[in-house]
């Protein structure tokens, strides 16, 4: 069996591949098409970098499972399961916002033991392994200790859907600027969002309708930094699509409660 440190190693060498297809990309130039939903972008870097991980995780692990965006889930008996989303960020990536990164989940037995989120413009590798905490370039980071909103720096983000969960959203929104709080970011990467509430530079993050690939790293490096990271009702997430409240520790439960409409409000996604 590949010991932990291992695997992280391939996860950070399958970031640096898609790392260098991203940049080509876009200084190069790519193609952008949309999958049904003309706001649901992919762009040829999007394919290519979801290439690279899968084909260098399947050179080391062969039986490994693997569930990408673009590519989808191949079964499999092993108890290792990859989570990627090789370009999270893509609209910011298509309209040549330089700010989105590759994020790579590596599940034991369903469990997240290694997480790695890669931003290639910042030259910024957020990681954590089981057991390891959580780091940024090497340097351990850790969750902000805020306990007041008027200290807090917040994130949100809005999924492709639109109507009820924006309306939802958008009343979070509200309800926050009414704690007073010092500001909201929204940008466009979830996994980054995680990975910048992991290193304390946000306080709060927030969003509606997130799928296990957008989130499996970025929830982890979060936690494994001492925040706690659950869906609406307060629950560990899973792989299933979710409601996610993430926050440093004093401040999560007061924000599930500031949120408790999304508690009571069916799921619609
Ligand atoms: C999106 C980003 C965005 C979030 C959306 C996601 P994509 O992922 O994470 O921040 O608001 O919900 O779908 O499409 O860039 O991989
Ligand atoms: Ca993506």
Same mark, same amino acid.
């Given at each position: 069996? !590949?010991?932990?440190?291992?695997?992280? *190693?391939?996860?950070?060498?399958?970031?640096?591949?898609?790392?260098?297809?991203?940049?080509?990309?876009?200084?190069?130039?790519?193609?952008? +098409?949309?999958?049904? &939903?003309?706001?649901?972008?992919?762009?040829?870097?999007?394919? *290519?970098?979801?290439?690279?991980?899968?084909?260098?995780?399947?050179?080391?692990?062969?039986?490994?499972?693997?569930?990408?965006?673009?590519?989808?889930?191949?079964?499999? *008996?092993?108890?290792?399961?990859?989570?990627?989303?090789? =370009?999270?960020?893509?609209?910011?990536?298509?309209?040549?916002?330089?700010?989105?990164?590759?994020?790579?989940?590596? #599940?034991?037995?369903?469990?997240?033991?290694?997480?790695? %989120?890669?931003?290639?413009?910042?030259? *910024?590798?957020?990681?954590?392994?089981?057991?390891?905490?959580?780091?940024?370039?090497? &340097?351990?980071?850790?969750?902000?200790?805020?306990? $007041?909103?008027?200290?807090?720096?917040?994130?949100?983000?809005?999924?492709?859907?639109?109507?009820?969960?924006?309306?939802?959203?958008?009343?979070?929104?509200? $309800?926050?600027?009414?704690?007073?709080?010092?500001?909201?970011?929204?940008?466009?990467?979830?996994?980054?969002?995680?990975?910048?509430?992991?290193?304390? #530079?946000?306080?709060?993050?927030?969003?509606?309708?997130?799928?296990?690939?957008?989130?499996?790293?970025?929830?982890? =490096?979060?936690?494994?930094?001492?925040?706690?990271? +659950?869906?609406?009702?307060?629950? !560990?997430?899973?792989?299933? $699509?979710?409601?996610?409240?993430?926050?440093?520790?004093?401040?999560?439960?007061?924000?599930?409660?500031?949120?408790?409409?999304?508690? +009571?409000?069916? #799921? %619609?996604?």
């Amino acid at each position: 069996m !590949p010991s932990i440190h291992e695997i992280l *190693e391939i996860a950070k060498k399958a970031a640096a591949a898609a790392r260098a297809v991203q940049i080509k990309g876009l200084t190069e130039g790519h193609t952008v +098409t949309h999958k049904g &939903r003309t706001n649901d972008l992919v762009t040829s870097a999007d394919l *290519e970098s979801e290439r690279v991980i899968r084909t260098l995780v399947h050179q080391h692990y062969p039986d490994h499972g693997f569930l990408g965006e673009e590519s989808g889930h191949s079964s499999s *008996e092993s108890p290792w399961l990859w989570v990627v989303d090789p =370009i999270d960020g893509t609209t910011n990536y298509a309209r040549g916002i330089p700010f989105f990164c590759s994020s790579i989940a590596v #599940r034991h037995e369903g469990r997240t033991v290694v997480g790695v %989120v890669d931003n290639p413009i910042a030259g *910024e590798t957020f990681w954590a392994a089981e057991g390891q905490g959580a780091f940024l370039n090497g &340097r351990p980071i850790q969750a902000s200790t805020a306990e $007041k909103f008027t200290e807090a720096l917040m994130a949100t983000g809005f999924y492709y859907d639109r109507g009820r969960n924006i309306e939802l959203t958008l009343s979070g929104i509200q $309800k926050f600027y009414n704690q007073g709080i010092m500001g909201l970011r929204r940008l466009g990467t979830c996994a980054m969002d995680l990975c910048y509430l992991a290193a304390g #530079r946000f306080d709060g993050y927030f969003e509606i309708g997130i799928n296990a690939w957008d989130f499996a790293a970025g929830e982890f =490096i979060a936690r494994q930094a001492g925040c706690t990271v +659950t869906d609406e009702q307060g629950k !560990p997430l899973g792989m299933d $699509k979710s409601y996610i409240i993430a926050g440093s520790p004093q401040l999560h439960p007061q924000m599930l409660e500031i949120l408790s409409d999304w508690r +009571t409000t069916p #799921r %619609v996604f």
